[in-house]
């Protein structure tokens, strides 16, 4: 058993307390999507408690001079599992960039300064990364597969419209003249939201639709539409999603023309699925029994 497997196990066994060389620190464990395997690798990790809330975790890798694995696998799948004490909870992990960064770097070493102490040690930058709860603090109870699908659709409209303004916000703000570029903050919330999107409908196709097709043969028309309709949002996010390979050549008005669309579409998909499915769905407990 690796030493990491043993901590995750002490980690899981006792309400997310250690001994050892992790006895009395905050302790936390990280789980990530492989950059190029597509597994899933949980880590644990020290993590500070900014004063807004949020989770810090430094990439410093014991002051190596290449950044840890788990750092590449979120910057290619950005939606993480976060396990804290007895919780566990739905996260994007954004890494800081510039002041904000340092900012947080000096916080994180005024309360840790062995971190300090891993900077001085190497010459790459320690990323400093935020992981910012996606779930609600205070989720509301899903009794059916209707009440799932709002929950889902209200993240999904909500992530929409929070990388929108985000969006406007970053080209607005950017330095005329200045090389094009897009900020870390906003690729992964736009990365996150297009991953998740992609695996809510792919789950529909595969398991949803041909339940419901098979039994209540009335909504045949309405999921043949639906159906269509994932395809064409599949396209308009994987067009944003490659401008976010190649936003440097990219025009904020190009970038934000498939936002817009892309919203058009998901937004008036969403809807129309609803009012198709959801007095169905109302009928399925969730989780089934």
């Not at 196990?9 to 997310?16: D, K, L, Q, S, V």
């Not at 950005?78 to 007895?86: A, F, K, L, Q, W």
């Not at 039994?215 to 395809?231: F, V």
Request: hydrophobic fraction near 40%.
């Amino acid at each position: 058993m690796s030493f990491n497997q043993s901590v995750i196990e002490e980690f899981r066994a006792n309400g997310g307390r250690v001994g050892g060389m992790f006895e009395g620190g905050d302790l936390l464990l990280l789980t990530t999507t492989g950059a190029r395997s597509g597994r899933e690798h949980t880590v644990p990790l020290g993590y500070v408690r900014h004063d807004g809330g949020a989770l810090l975790v430094i990439g410093s890798a014991g002051g190596s001079d290449q950044h840890p694995a788990w750092y590449h696998n979120v910057l290619a799948h950005p939606m993480v599992s976060v396990e804290v004490g007895t919780e566990q909870f739905g996260a994007v992990a954004v890494p800081a960039e510039g002041a904000r960064r340092d900012e947080l770097f000096a916080y994180v070493v005024e309360r840790v300064p062995g971190y300090g102490d891993y900077q001085a040690g190497t010459s790459r930058t320690l990323p400093v990364v935020v992981l910012e709860r996606s779930e609600p603090d205070e989720p509301v109870p899903v009794a059916n597969l209707a009440d799932k699908l709002i929950e889902v659709h209200t993240w999904l409209r909500s992530q929409l419209k929070h990388v929108r303004s985000e969006a406007g916000a970053y080209f607005a703000g950017r330095v005329p003249g200045a090389a094009p570029g897009l900020g870390l903050q906003l690729r992964q919330h736009c990365l996150a939201f297009c991953q998740s999107l992609e695996f809510h409908h792919t789950s529909e196709d595969a398991h949803m639709m041909p339940a419901l097709a098979a039994s209540h043969p009335h909504l045949a028309p309405a999921i043949d539409r639906l159906r269509e309709e994932h395809k064409t949002v599949a396209r308009l996010q994987s067009s944003l999603a490659a401008l976010l390979g190649t936003i440097a050549e990219a025009s904020p008005a190009a970038f934000l023309s498939e936002l817009d669309e892309l919203a058009t579409e998901l937004t008036l998909h969403l809807d129309y699925e609803e009012e198709q499915l959801l007095p169905v769905l109302a009928e399925i407990p969730f989780p089934p029994r």
